[in-house]
């Protein structure tokens, strides 16, 4: 099991800075693929970044350039940090993380979640 808590929400202005943090603790040797999702109120759940244990970074179209993922593979914290934040980034931000093991003829994936931190920006 993995369990992740998120810390750095909060209510920033249009343009402003913000930096989530996200703490890995349990079985984490196992944790492939970190990262980011939020839900905006009323829409799904969407991928804002990934990090994979190749330290290969994925981005959504919508945050490419304004937003860096970062991870501490000895911590095992995944940061976001988020600049030039718009009001349509707005939503709750999830940590996510992807756990494999096993033999190379059989492996095995669990996905874990954190609780959600609120990001609002007003404009």
């Known amino acids: 099991q993995v369990q992740l808590v998120e810390s750095g929400g909060g209510l920033v202005e249009a343009g402003g800075s913000l930096t989530l943090s996200c703490a890995a603790s349990?079985?984490?040797?196992?944790?492939?693929?970190m990262a980011w999702y939020r839900q905006a109120p009323g829409k799904q759940r969407e991928s804002v970044a990934k990090?994979?244990?190749?330290?290969?970074?994925i981005y959504a179209d919508s945050v490419r350039g304004r937003f860096t993922i970062a991870r501490d593979y000895v911590k095992n914290i995944v940061h976001l940090q988020m600049n030039s934040l718009k009001t349509e980034d707005t939503a709750v931000y999830y940590c996510?993380?992807?756990?494999?093991?096993?033999?190379?003829?059989?492996?095995?994936?669990?996905?874990?979640w954190g609780q959600g931190t609120q990001v609002t920006v007003s404009s």
């Open positions: 996510n993380a992807v756990s494999k093991w096993g033999p190379i003829e059989r492996i095995y994936e669990a996905e874990y």
């Open positions: 349990g079985r984490t040797s196992s944790i492939d693929t």
């Open positions: 990090i994979n244990s190749y330290a290969t970074e």
